[in-house]
């Protein structure tokens, strides 16, 4: 199919975004936890090298604030997987002035 068509309400266009590296890191986090699955899924997804997504995925690791926690969701053989992260509080600097509306 091209990338135009007419219809009766005049040419359409279709845009053709490829898929990203983000798009497929995501696709793979989905797919395993282990980093190393991931870079490795990733990589072959999109036909680039393993240390290129290796240090893509380094710059998306969470903080080292973060940590996982499973816990019991109360039925039998089910488990529910809580990420608590700690965010740093958002401090105004001193010899800021704040207007109101």
């Known amino acids: 199919m091209s990338g135009v068509w007419y219809t009766k309400y005049g040419p359409r266009r279709v845009r053709h975004d490829p898929p990203t590296l983000d798009e497929a890191i995501v696709a793979a986090q989905g797919l395993t936890d282990h980093v190393q699955q991931q870079a490795e899924i990733a990589a072959a997804l999109m036909n680039v090298p393993l240390e290129a997504v290796r240090a893509e995925l380094l710059k998306r690791m969470p903080p080292r604030g973060s940590e996982k926690i499973v816990t019991s ?6 488990k529910r997987t809580i990420i608590v992260e700690r965010k740093a509080t958002r401090r105004i600097p001193a010899g800021t002035r704040i207007t109101r509306p």
């Not at 969701?73 to 089910?78: L, Q, T």
Request: hydrophobic residues 15%.
């Open 73 to 78: 969701s109360g039925r039998e053989g089910a």
